[in-house]
Structures are given as C-alpha cells and as structure tokens.
C-alpha cells in the first residue's frame, strides 16, 4: 500500500513550510494574538468607562443608598398594616432601585473582563503577567464584587415580585406576611451590599485602572533604594510591566555617571521634597535635569506618556497612602539635617523606627532607618520582639556601611543631604502580625546588636500598636 504522505520534490516547495510555528521568536502568531488581545481589552474598557459613568453619575450612589433603605421602610408599613402603607410606593421603591443596579452589574462585568484580558497580555520582554504577584488578588476581588453586584440586583427584584403577588394575589395572611417579611430581608441584603460596594468602584482611573486593586504580598527585607523600591512593591501587575519596560528604555536617557535606578530614586526624592513645598516647580526641574538628559526630560514633561512628572506624583502618593511610616521616617531624618541634630554628628550609631499606632486585621509595617557613623563597614544584628505577636522574636542580620556625617556648620543642599542620607541608610521594611484573638494595645522593642551581640541601641517600645481584629480591612488609595 502506498505511503499517505509523499516527500516533495527537491524542486517543489513543500506547503507545510507555510504553517505558521506558534513557539518560533521569529513567528508573527504570538504578536497576532497580542494585537487581538490588545484589542479586545480597548473594547471591553470602553464599555467599561460607560458603565462606570453612567453609575457615578448625578448622585446615583447616593439615590441608590437611599433606595435600598427606603424599600424595605416601605414594605415594614405595610407587614405593620400602617393606614398609610401603598404598595405601589414600595414596589416603585424596589423597581427603581433595580433598574439603577442594571448599570452597576454591567460596570463590575466589563471591570472583570477588563482586568482578566489585561492581566493575559504580555510585557515589552514577552513576560506573562502572571509573573508578577497580586494577579489572583485583583481577579478574586473583581469576582466578588460581580457577584455582589447580582446579589443585590436579584434581591431588588424579588423583593418587588413578593410585593406583586401579595398586591395581586389571594395569598392569605400568613404567606403573605412571610412575603413581606421576606421582602424585607431581601431588601436590607440590599442595603448592605450598597453599602459595601458603592463606597469604592474600582478601576475608574484612565492612566492606573488596576492600581486601586492591588495589595502588596512579597517584598524585600532591606530596601537599598528606598522610595523606589517601596513605590515598585505597591504597583499592580499591568503598572509594574509597564514600569520595567519604562526603566530598560531610561538607559540611553540618563547621565554619564547615572544608571536609571538611580536617576528614578533620585527623581522620586525630588518630588517627595517638591510635595512637602520643600523644593519649587523650577527646582524640580532642575533636579530632574541633573540626571536625565534633555530628551527624557521632554518626556517626563509630557503627559500623554504614561509615565511623567504628573502620573509619579500620583504613584508616589499612592504608594505614601499605602506606607505613610517610611516617609514620616524620611520627614524626620531630613529634618534632623536641617536642625544639625546631635544623632547625625556625635552619636556612633543612629537608629530611627515607625510603626503605625493602629494596626488592621492584625497586621502592621514597621520601617527602621540605621546610620553607621563608626567609620567602618559592620555586622549587626537587629532583633524585633513583638508581645503576643507571630512570631514573636525577629533577628534580621545587616551589614551596615560606614554612614558620611552632616556638617552643620556648613550650608548643605537639601536635596544632597537627603540623598547622601539614604543612601548610605540601612533601610528595613519588616512585617508584624498577631492572632485574631489578640486585640489591644501590644508593645514592639527593637534592638540593635553589634557582632559580639552586645547591645547598640534599643528602642523599648515606645510604640504602642493599637491592634485591631479581623473585622478591620486595610485598603489601597483610589487614584
């Protein structure tokens, strides 16, 4: 029997060269499929756009709100056999409402779409979003809030159908309290999901959508460039793809004895001193001059670049939101050089901390900035002890640089002391956690030792967390 498959000729092309090879770097299908993604995402976010819209607009969420409380008002009167009581006012009651969480469920269904389309797509070095942590948080969130959405959507409607058939039906007092009392139900159910829901629409940001749904999960011990660092832990997945394919395209753009790590630290200091009124617009630029050239500085200016002095502002904001502890620290220590503090000048070693006074659902950040003025490089150990926590002794081991001292005496740049004073920082950002059965104020001491564990500094517990159960939530800033 004759073979099914015939070799070509020599002379002949053979067609199965044609076929596309989907793994070849050479392969136009995986750009294809890109292409289609990306426009699938334009779409699915414009819907998006409209559906969010139309649910902020003209105090909808306010109208809403007021509904889901009047509804089952409303339908009590009439469980009560009030004089007053109409049915057609709660049934209007219910009706309107629904129809006014038509646009609500569209938007959370386009917002998940979105984000689910978005978060497939790929960054300028072919690497999957889901490379990048917090991609399962934001899609569960958006899930949730879809089928919230329903939930209260559904709940209005019934709650006007049970109204309907006690109105228009022979049901008898006794079902036709237990369909009042259920509408009732169904209406607070309502009322509570509004309550949840209507506070915070997510992805209503046009340069960041993603940005208000993520929660920072894994992070360094030591932060060696401090705000970047810390800004790059708070950015969600399609922000942060974003954000290395902006560094790599920096390499050509910075000065000679820059790289685009430092110029973007040095940059963010800038603007952190710049919002503290410490440093001028014209400053500013100056600032940024000095270590981009001419060209990124046009960019940087530009606002339809997502990436610019008006979209780092808003991150940098974002991320203080998130962490106001570090930058209290940076406040304090910039301070401390203007002031000529004596812990700058005269001390060997100086070590400041922040934890926030109110810790949610068990939870808390605890910054430490330490200075060696010793004049050599050393080994040190920094031991964390949390009462009740989990756990509840923590020794991180650092070797600490040989720190520069501030002279008072002369006028020193704020923008240089700073700089030289964080850079030569060792900086810790340490996560603190307790039980859900522990609530109150718990003290936290921290003590630095030296490499024959003797002691250095302590700080003994000045600060006092107050620690919050699980009933607290802590939530990222809308931008």
């Not at 019934?158 to 006690?166: H, S, T």
């Not at 790289?259 to 500013?284: F, I, K, Q």
Request: hydrophobic letters at 40%; a negative charge.
């Amino acid at each position: 029997m004759p073979s099914s498959i015939q070799r070509s000729p020599n002379n002949v092309e053979d067609p199965l060269s044609e076929l596309p090879t989907p793994y070849s770097d050479s392969s136009e299908f995986g750009p294809s499929r890109q292409r289609a993604l990306q426009r699938r995402v334009a779409a699915r976010d414009a819907g998006r756009r409209l559906w969010t819209r139309v649910s902020v607009s003209f105090h909808t969420p306010l109208i809403r709100r007021a509904l889901a409380l009047l509804a089952p008002a409303t339908t009590a009167l009439l469980l009560v056999d009030w004089d007053f009581a109409s049915y057609d006012v709660a049934i209007a009651a219910y009706a309107v409402l629904a129809a006014l969480l038509i646009p609500t469920n569209l938007a959370a269904t386009f917002a998940r779409m979105s984000a689910r389309d978005r978060l497939k797509l790929r960054d300028g070095g072919q690497r999957s979003m889901d490379a990048y942590p917090g991609v399962e948080r934001i899609l569960n969130t958006l899930r949730e809030r879809a089928l919230r959405e329903r939930i209260r959507l559904l709940s209005a409607a019934l709650g006007a159908l049970a109204i309907i058939a006690v109105r228009d039906l022979d049901t008898g007092e006794t079902l036709g309290s237990l369909l009042l009392g259920l509408s009732i139900a169904l209406g607070a159910l309502c009322l509570l999901n509004s309550l949840m829901l209507d506070d915070s629409i997510p992805m209503r940001s046009k340069s960041f959508p993603l940005l208000s749904l993520h929660a920072p999960t894994l992070h360094d011990s030591t932060l060696d460039r401090p705000l970047s660092d810390l800004m790059v832990a708070h950015l969600d997945p399609e922000t942060a793809a974003a954000w290395d394919e902006w560094k790599q395209s920096l390499s050509d753009s910075v000065r000679d004895e820059q790289t685009p790590d430092s110029a973007v630290e040095h940059l963010l200091r800038a603007l952190h001193l710049n919002e503290r009124g410490l440093l001028d617009d014209d400053r500013l630029i100056t600032e940024a001059k000095r270590v981009f050239k001419v060209t990124a500085i046009d960019d940087l200016t530009d606002r339809s670049n997502k990436f610019n002095l008006r979209s780092l502002r808003t991150l940098l904001a974002h991320t203080k939101a998130w962490e106001p502890g570090l930058f209290r620290l940076i406040d304090r220590l910039q301070d401390s050089a203007i002031r000529g503090d004596h812990t700058l000048n005269e001390m060997p070693w100086r070590l400041d901390l922040d934890l926030p006074p109110r810790c949610s659902q068990g939870q808390a950040d605890l910054f430490v900035v330490l200075h060696n003025y010793t004049g050599a490089t050393a080994n040190a150990k920094v031991d964390i002890v949390v009462a009740e926590g989990e756990p509840a002794l923590q020794t991180i081991r650092v070797e600490a640089r040989p720190s520069q001292r501030i002279d008072s005496n002369r006028a020193t740049d704020q923008v240089d002391s700073l700089g030289r004073l964080l850079d030569d920082a060792t900086v810790l950002w340490i996560g603190l956690a307790w039980p859900d059965s522990e609530t109150g104020s718990h003290p936290v001491q921290v003590t630095l030792r030296g490499e024959q564990g003797e002691t250095l500094f302590v700080d003994c517990g000045s600060d006092h967390p107050v620690v919050e159960g699980a009933e607290g939530e802590r939530r990222p800033a809308h931008v």
